[in-house]
């Protein structure tokens, strides 16, 4: 059981926009910063948002982030085959003090 | 270009030991705290450790406190894992991974060492 939860499954079509919700708590996204991380398939994970809602270079603006109390989100727009993967949340804890994830959302460009 | 990569993965009996090594390139190393996150065989990510850029601090998942040790040389530019009393449980592929900036986030991660606990 993951302290941040994920929805498992996502699914869209070429071109559709998709959210992916990540719900923590107060000691986790309620008071610190969220990332998203997407892995393609039999990759490493990539940092896909910083700061809950920063892109890193390279990352298209299609992808953007948002958080709000104790939840957060990652938004694709224009969805594309290519996007086709998992993607995790995380925070830190400060009553673990550590880092957690989300479950993980697959997500299926149909 | 930042570079990170993981050795030392092998298969081991329960109840061994075994030290990852993650050799780092491309940054200014001890500017950096440093994170091992692991994935079991077809599940999600778990974080299991950090070390503060100098080595001060250090914090452990509660499911290899006691159990795991992580430290850094910086002079050779490489992190560690000491792993002992090791578990089935404990089977992943483990990644070596760059903190953004003391905000335990990961922006680098290597491509990850793959450590089978089994008998």
């Known amino acids: 059981q993951s302290v941040l939860t994920q929805p498992p499954s996502a699914s869209g079509t070429p071109g559709q926009r998709v959210t992916i919700s990540c719900s923590g708590s107060?000691?986790?996204?309620?008071?610190?910063?969220v990332y998203w991380y997407q892995q393609l398939p039999g990759t490493a994970p990539k940092l896909l948002i910083y700061?809950?809602?920063q892109r890193p270079s390279g990352v298209p603006d299609r992808f953007s982030g948002s958080k709000s109390g104790t939840s957060a989100s990652l938004a694709i727009s224009g969805l594309r085959s290519e996007d086709e993967a998992d993607y995790y949340c995380a925070a830190w804890d400060d009553s673990l003090s550590a880092v957690v994830f989300g479950g993980g959302t697959k997500l299926t460009v149909l | 270009e930042v570079q990170l990569v993981e050795s030392g993965g092998v298969v081991v009996q329960p109840g061994g030991s075994l030290r990852l090594s993650c050799a780092a390139s491309g940054f200014t190393f001890d500017d950096y705290t440093m994170h091992w996150v692991r994935q079991a065989p077809g599940k999600g990510l778990e974080w299991v450790s950090l070390?503060?850029?100098?080595?001060?601090?250090?914090y452990y998942a509660d499911s290899v406190k006691g159990r795991f040790t992580i430290s850094r040389d910086n002079s050779k530019n490489s992190l560690y894992l000491q792993m002992n009393s090791l578990r089935t449980e404990d089977t992943a592929l483990y990644y070596c991974a760059k903190d953004i900036g003391n905000h335990y986030g990961f922006d680098y991660w290597g491509q990850g060492t793959l450590v089978t606990v089994s008998s």
């Open positions: 700061r809950n809602n």
């Open positions: 070390i503060s850029w100098d080595g001060g601090s250090t």
């Open positions: 107060s000691s986790n996204i309620g008071s610190n910063y």
